[in-house]
């Protein structure tokens, strides 16, 4: 099977072990895309990136995965300087991510402002962008290295709780409905157990950056967790694609469906022969 993803500390071990298993993953900027283009039969990224190709392709997602967080999870956060008063510009990195999408509705719906966006260099640290803006949106990676130094931070998911009273869905992963088969789904389910199994490993080895540590910390706590049952999907994933659609930044509301639904038989048949 072929995987593109989002290259994060939490995504890249699940990666490696489906490598050990003959799968051929490749880091990408927008997993979606891929998809459309047949570059890829899976793809692992932004929750609300599974909103953006709709009508190209038939899709799904993958049952029983997901990236999600909850109360002050570490892994979006807009970090700002001590005696900061207000927000009315943000550096950012992409005006286009979804990170930078989900935080200017946050900030709309919850506290009222509509800062500047900034984009700067992908290289920029910290520093850099609280010169260039008055707060600093950090996500992914970023944001969990700024965990280790930085302090002043508005959590992005603690925000969202506010404003919708569901968690927010950080990563999701998706195929094109009738191909990806139930072994490959199962394999993609296993590398992500063998990820939560030795994360306290990972952590351990001195190049991994301090504030993985407090990640590991909020997966332990259920601020993190990597699945998303059927049950719980509609009302987790619903205000991630309502808020969006009504701000007009996405055209329609994906259905939510997976990969290993069966098609609803109909009442007048059993078996394809007429009751």
Known sequence: MRLAYLQEALTEPITEELRKR?????????????????????????????????????????????????GIA???RIAFSPGRESLSSIAVRKATDASTIISGIILIEKHGIEPNV??????????????AADGALLSGD??????????????????????????LP????WGREGEVPDE??????????HMTLTFPDRIARPEQPEGLRRVYEAYLTGNIRFSLTKEEAHEILTP??????YHGVIEDIPAIKFLDDKPEQSPLTNQGEII
């Open 142 to 167: 970023q944001a969990i290295a700024s965990l280790a130094y930085h302090d002043m931070a508005l959590d992005m998911t603690d925000e969202w709780e506010d404003i919708t009273d569901a968690p």
């Open 170 to 173: 950080y990563m999701l992963a």
């Open 240 to 245: 991630l694609f309502h808020y969006p659609f």
């Open 22 to 70: 003959g799968w051929e993953a490749t880091p990408s900027n927008n997993p979606g895309a891929d998809i459309v283009r047949r570059k890829a039969d899976i793809a692992l990224g932004p929750a609300l990136d599974y909103a953006r190709h709709l009508g190209l392709v038939d899709y799904a997602l993958v049952p029983e995965f997901a990236v999600i967080t909850e």
């Open 74 to 76: 570490g892994l979006m």
């Open 184 to 193: 490959s789904i199962a394999e993609l389910l296993e590398a992500r157990d």
């Open 118 to 131: 900034v984009e700067v260099e992908e290289e920029a640290d910290l520093k850099v962008m609280l010169e």
